[in-house]
């Protein structure tokens, strides 16, 4: 699966990174996981042959996209919806400064350009003595085509700019805005973190479909709570705390 190249990145007092990069993996997510003993730390490989995404769905991983997952110990697994929101701003934002794109987040996980994918995170969790949290990062870069079944709901920088982009510089402004944010997740200042991602939505307002464990259903994205739920206002005008499922904005 290649071999991986270990460094470590300056923190800003935060929190410290090594940092794993590798040509090929299953998953960065997963070999993480290896290396969960080793602290905090950042897996990146140039190519997955078993991406995921939420509910184990296949992620498209070829050469020109960045994949990459950040490992952390953390007090508790109460909270980690902030990580993901933490992440997916960490990403929109190196999008909008790096490529001058308006990319926004998509509730739970996604940043979109243009109502269309260009990134997904992936959040796992393991629980054994201590409490680790793997916050995974799929983001379309150079990729000039993509499969038949989503190339009209994905994009990449390139598709959007028609310029290539050094992939480890964007892993590393990532990194570097994500340690930003991550200062908030520390002190328990999550009514920040929801401040910061509601300023990014692309969600909120919007008519939406929402496809759950529970049921489907539709209504007006009005708010997202203190546990990062959705809150959807029905057409009877009731309120439905939406935990997990998938949004659809056009139907």
């Known amino acids: 699966m290649g071999t991986g190249r270990k460094a470590r990145i300056n923190g800003t007092g935060i929190i410290m990174l090594k940092f794993y990069h590798f040509k090929t993996l299953d998953s960065t997510n997963d070999k993480a996981k290896e290396f969960v003993k080793d602290g905090n ?3 990146v490989s140039d190519r997955q042959l078993k991406g995921k995404g939420r509910f184990d769905r296949k992620w498209s991983s070829g050469l020109g996209g960045l994949y990459m997952t950040i490992g952390l110990k953390v007090d508790s697994l109460d ?3 902030y990580l993901t929101f933490i992440a997916s701003i960490a990403a929109a934002k190196t999008i909008n400064k790096l490529a001058k794109l308006d990319s926004k987040v998509k509730w739970p996980n996604d940043v979109l350009v243009d109502g269309k994918k260009i990134c997904g995170i992936l959040t796992e969790t393991i629980s054994t003595k201590e409490n680790y949290a793997f916050v995974g990062v799929g ?5 000039e085509r993509f499969p038949k079944n989503i190339a009209n709901k994905t994009v990449s920088l390139f598709s959007k700019t028609n310029k290539k982009y050094n992939i480890e510089k964007i892993s590393k402004l990532i990194i570097k805005e994500f340690k930003n944010l991550f200062q ?3 002190n328990k200042d ?5 401040k ?3 300023e990014n939505s692309h969600t ?5 479909k929402v496809k759950s464990v529970s049921g489907t259903f539709t209504g007006k994205a009005v708010d997202v709570d203190k546990d990062c739920n959705l809150v959807l206002r029905l057409k ?8 997990e499922g998938d949004i659809f904005h056009n139907f």
């Open 41 to 43: 730390l950042v897996v």
């Open 79 to 81: 909270n980690i919806g």
């Open 190 to 194: 999550y009514q920040k973190i929801i």
């Open 139 to 143: 983001l379309n870069v150079n990729q």
């Open 236 to 243: 009877n005008g009731k309120k439905k705390k939406i935990v």
């Open 184 to 186: 908030y997740y520390k």
């Open 204 to 208: 909120l307002g919007k008519e939406i």
């Open 196 to 198: 910061i991602w509601k």
